[in-house]
Each structure stands twice: as structure tokens, then as C-alpha cells.
């Protein structure tokens, strides 16, 4: 048995996946600091034949960054986040 807790194993989908050897910081841009990556790791994303695992990968991992196409904030989708907000905002107007 591995003692390795498995979010540090690197996940079987990733042998298919499309962004390796690309720059780490366009899927991750909150660690980096750069977000002119996001469109080119979408792009990736949108022709990576292992999507729907990575984006659950990192949905039940809690992740944060781009995963399967989707800007995660820990796990959740930060888009939809956001439009629940304002939706809120304007429910109280
Ligand atoms: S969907 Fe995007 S982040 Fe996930 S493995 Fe494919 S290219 Fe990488």
C-alpha cells in the first residue's frame, strides 16, 4: 500500500492527457499570478480526449485552476460561483 496520499499520485488519465509539457501556469494561475494562460489551457482542454475525468478528478479532489475546461475555486465551478452570486445580489434588490 502506497503512503503517499493519492492527490500527489499522478492520475492514470493524465498519460492521455494533452497539456503535458505545457507551462504549469496556465492552469493554474492563482498560484502563478499570470492569467493570460487561461485561453491557451481552455483550448488544450477543448481537444483533450480525457476531459470529463480531469475536470472530476478535480471537482473530488477540491481543486483549484483550469481542469477539463473549467476554472475551479476548490472543486466548485467558479463561473457558475459567480453567476449564483449575482443572482443572489439580485434577488435582494
Ligand atoms: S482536460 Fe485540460 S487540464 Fe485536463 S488533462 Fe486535458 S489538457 Fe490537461
Same mark, same amino acid.
Given at each position: 500500500m502506497s503512503? /503517499?496520499?493519492? /492527490?500527489f499520485q =499522478?492520475? =492514470?488519465?493524465f498519460k492521455d492527457a494533452l497539456c503535458k509539457g505545457a507551462p504549469q501556469d496556465w492552469f493554474f494561475p492563482e498560484f502563478s499570478g499570470?492569467?493570460? #494562460? /487561461?485561453r491557451q489551457a481552455k483550448q488544450l482542454?477543448?481537444?483533450?480526449?480525457?476531459?470529463?475525468?480531469?475536470?472530476a478528478y478535480g471537482m473530488n =479532489?477540491?481543486?483549484? @485552476?483550469?481542469? @477539463? #475546461?473549467i476554472t475551479l475555486d476548490r472543486g466548485n465551478n467558479r463561473r457558475r460561483k459567480k453567476s449564483t452570486n449575482q443572482q443572489q445580489k439580485e434577488e435582494t434588490k
Open positions: 503512503s /503517499i496520499p493519492f /492527490i =499522478t492520475p =492514470t488519465f499570470n492569467h493570460r #494562460g /487561461i482542454c477543448s481537444a483533450c480526449s480525457v476531459s470529463e475525468e480531469c475536470l =479532489t477540491k481543486s483549484s @485552476g483550469v481542469w @477539463g #475546461g
